[in-house]
């Protein structure tokens, strides 16, 4: 599946890129997202796959920065889009109060990122590619689209549990709204985005006030429901929908957690951790793969 978002910024020189590019333009252009002298450009320099269109893009008025800002835009916008579509296949309590919120918020200005990235997640991102790499071989589209908007998207870590978390979970997550709050399409107390852990990190027992659905799209991971009962192990794309301040525990397995999650109200109410005793235990714990 040819992705416009992305093939319109090619490198110069790939055999076959002048083609694509153009390719991309049009796609573009018919969806209202180019104008017709920009379009032009690329079909004049599709004919040579060295043919460089950015310095004429910038003598016509659409200078590099402002195309990486509308393919930035069309790459959140795609994942939007792969989010609910994967969102309308599955089954069970929650799924409809979050595509509820997703459709209502998902026309919303679009703000990418293009600043630093939080704390140390650039060392968590270093397990997205593997993540993506389980998901294509069941979902290449909504892979593609996660791989072609996670550049765009701010990534940061939730540091409001304090030390009870555990430093492996600290230091071993990332997430970036999708929309919400303070995320790349603006909503009011409801929060969508992608959700990323390291591989065999113990998210500890926490509870919060915020209704949340969970759709890992890697798997198996380990869950459970309470301090003292069993850990049971998930595989990917099996929904977790967890009521307001239902306890619950996350194991990563050998392949990073990578998740959609959705809440769908109580959005800025804190998450508090719930304490346990067999912690170390679980976090020495290795799933099979």
């Not at 509820?100 to 704390?119: M, Q, Y």
């Not at 109580?266 to 067999?278: E, F, G, L, Y």
């Amino acid at each position: 599946m040819t992705d416009p978002a992305r093939d319109i910024t090619l490198p110069v020189g790939l055999p076959r890129s002048g083609r694509a590019r153009y390719g991309a333009a049009m796609a573009l252009y018919q969806a209202g997202h180019l104008g017709a002298e920009a379009l032009e450009i690329y079909r004049i320099c599709s004919l040579l796959d060295t043919a460089d269109p950015a310095p004429l893009l910038a003598a016509a008025g659409l200078p590099a920065a402002q195309l990486a800002t509308m393919t930035a835009e069309l790459a959140i916008r795609s994942l939007v889009a792969a989010a609910d579509e994967v969102l309308a296949t599955l089954p069970g309590p929650g799924v409809a109060e979050v595509r509820l919120g997703l459709n209502r918020w998902r026309d919303g200005a679009v703000t990418p990122h293009h600043g630093v990235h939080h704390g140390g997640t650039n060392a968590v991102l270093g397990h997205l590619p593997a993540a993506l790499a389980s998901l294509r071989v069941t979902h290449p589209d909504l892979a593609g689209a996660i791989a072609g908007a996670a550049p765009h998207l701010r990534w940061i870590t939730y540091d409001l549990y304090g030390t009870e978390i555990g430093a492996d979970f600290a230091n071993g997550h990332t997430f970036a709204s999708l929309i919400g709050e303070d995320a790349a399409i603006p909503a009011h107390d409801f929060d969508l985005g992608l959700f990323l852990i390291a591989p065999h990190v113990l998210y500890r027992d926490h509870h919060h006030a915020a209704p949340e659905l969970y759709v890992p799209l890697t798997g198996p991971h380990g869950w459970r429901f309470g301090p003292g009962r069993p850990l049971v192990v998930k595989p990917a794309l099996l929904p977790v929908w967890n009521p307001p301040q239902r306890p619950h525990l996350t194991k990563v397995g050998p392949t990073p957690f990578l998740a959609l999650y959705g809440w769908t109200r109580d959005v800025q109410a804190a998450a508090s951790v719930i304490p346990a005793t067999d912690w170390p235990a679980l976090e020495a714990l290795r799933l099979d793969p």
